[in-house]
Protein backbone atom coordinates (compact mmCIF):
# COMPACT_ATOMS: atom_id res chain seq x y z
CA UNK A 1 0.00 0.00 0.00
CA UNK A 2 0.87 3.52 -0.34
CA UNK A 3 3.34 4.57 2.67
CA UNK A 4 4.30 8.58 2.63
CA UNK A 5 6.73 9.95 5.05
CA UNK A 6 7.19 13.54 5.60
CA UNK A 7 9.74 15.25 7.56
CA UNK A 8 11.64 18.80 7.89
CA UNK A 9 9.42 20.74 9.91
CA UNK A 10 10.48 22.58 12.83
CA UNK A 11 10.44 25.58 14.60
CA UNK A 12 11.11 28.95 12.44
CA UNK A 13 11.30 32.68 13.01
CA UNK A 14 9.16 34.86 10.34
CA UNK A 15 10.88 35.56 7.27
CA UNK A 16 13.19 31.92 7.80
CA UNK A 17 13.07 28.85 5.46
CA UNK A 18 12.34 25.18 5.60
CA UNK A 19 12.56 22.45 3.46
CA UNK A 20 10.69 19.21 3.66
CA UNK A 21 10.74 16.18 2.30
CA UNK A 22 8.31 13.02 1.57
CA UNK A 23 9.31 9.95 0.88
CA UNK A 24 6.76 7.62 -1.03
CA UNK A 25 6.89 3.70 -0.91
CA UNK A 26 3.96 1.12 -2.24
CA UNK A 27 4.01 3.60 -6.21
CA UNK A 28 5.67 3.51 -8.92
CA UNK A 29 6.55 6.90 -8.38
CA UNK A 30 7.61 8.66 -10.99
CA UNK A 31 4.06 7.91 -12.70
CA UNK A 32 2.36 9.88 -10.23
CA UNK A 33 1.05 13.60 -9.70
CA UNK A 34 2.82 14.40 -6.32
CA UNK A 35 1.10 17.45 -3.49
CA UNK A 36 1.53 19.15 -0.45
CA UNK A 37 -0.99 19.78 1.86
CA UNK A 38 -1.30 21.31 4.95
CA UNK A 39 -3.79 21.24 7.82
CA UNK A 40 -4.92 24.17 10.62
CA UNK A 41 -6.06 23.08 13.54
CA UNK A 42 -10.10 22.97 12.79
CA UNK A 43 -10.09 23.46 9.35
CA UNK A 44 -9.86 21.18 6.43
CA UNK A 45 -6.52 20.17 4.88
CA UNK A 46 -5.74 22.30 2.04
CA UNK A 47 -3.42 22.05 -1.38
CA UNK A 48 -0.56 23.88 -0.93
CA UNK A 49 1.71 23.17 -4.26
CA UNK A 50 1.36 20.19 -6.63
CA UNK A 51 3.83 18.82 -9.01
CA UNK A 52 3.09 16.63 -12.21
CA UNK A 53 4.59 13.15 -12.76
CA UNK A 54 7.97 14.50 -14.47
CA UNK A 55 8.53 17.68 -12.34
CA UNK A 56 7.80 20.05 -15.26
CA UNK A 57 4.39 21.20 -14.10
CA UNK A 58 3.63 22.57 -10.98
CA UNK A 59 0.67 24.68 -9.36
CA UNK A 60 0.71 26.81 -6.19
CA UNK A 61 -2.13 28.09 -3.75
CA UNK A 62 -1.92 31.76 -4.01
CA UNK A 63 -1.33 31.92 -0.40
CA UNK A 64 2.23 30.41 -1.11
CA UNK A 65 2.58 31.53 -4.62
CA UNK A 66 6.02 32.94 -5.40
CA UNK A 67 7.62 31.91 -1.48
CA UNK A 68 7.01 28.73 -1.97
CA UNK A 69 8.64 25.53 -4.85
CA UNK A 70 8.22 22.13 -4.82
CA UNK A 71 10.32 19.69 -6.58
CA UNK A 72 10.78 16.26 -6.31
CA UNK A 73 13.42 13.87 -7.19
CA UNK A 74 12.19 10.32 -9.05
CA UNK A 75 15.20 8.03 -8.42
CA UNK A 76 15.04 8.74 -4.59
CA UNK A 77 10.79 8.84 -4.45
CA UNK A 78 10.84 11.86 -2.92
CA UNK A 79 9.49 15.44 -2.90
CA UNK A 80 10.15 18.58 -1.51
CA UNK A 81 8.89 21.73 -0.85
CA UNK A 82 11.24 24.77 0.00
CA UNK A 83 9.31 26.96 2.07
CA UNK A 84 10.86 30.65 2.43
CA UNK A 85 9.77 34.13 3.73
CA UNK A 86 7.67 32.23 6.38
CA UNK A 87 4.74 33.85 7.67
CA UNK A 88 2.95 32.87 11.36
CA UNK A 89 0.25 31.98 8.89
CA UNK A 90 2.22 29.44 7.21
CA UNK A 91 2.30 27.49 10.55
CA UNK A 92 0.29 24.39 10.27
CA UNK A 93 0.86 20.52 9.75
CA UNK A 94 2.08 19.73 6.25
CA UNK A 95 1.34 16.44 4.79
CA UNK A 96 2.27 15.13 1.24
CA UNK A 97 -0.20 12.80 -0.92
CA UNK A 98 -0.92 12.24 -4.82
CA UNK A 99 -3.76 15.08 -5.62
CA UNK A 100 -5.26 12.68 -8.19
CA UNK A 101 -6.46 9.61 -6.09
CA UNK A 102 -5.64 10.53 -2.36
CA UNK A 103 -4.04 7.80 -0.26
CA UNK A 104 -3.86 7.39 3.51
CA UNK A 105 -2.38 10.42 5.14
CA UNK A 106 1.38 10.33 6.75
CA UNK A 107 1.61 11.65 10.49
CA UNK A 108 2.72 15.08 8.60
CA UNK A 109 5.30 17.46 9.64
CA UNK A 110 4.93 20.34 12.27
CA UNK A 111 5.47 23.93 11.09
CA UNK A 112 5.84 26.34 13.96
CA UNK A 113 6.22 29.85 12.56
CA UNK A 114 7.32 31.99 15.90
CA UNK A 115 9.40 34.98 16.88
Known amino acids: ?10 VVQPGGSLRLSCAASGIIFSDE ?6 HFPGRQRELVARI ?9 ASSVKGRF ?8 N ?6 NSLKAE ?3 VY ?9 SWGQGTQVTVSS
Not at 33 to 38: E, V
Not at 69 to 76: E, G, L, Q, W, Y
Not at 78 to 83: D, G, N, S
Open 95 to 103: YCNLPMRLS
Open 33 to 38: MMGWYR
Open 69 to 76: TISRDNAK
Open 90 to 92: DAA
Open 1 to 10: QVQLVESGGG
Open 52 to 60: DNSGSATFY
Open 78 to 83: TVYLQM
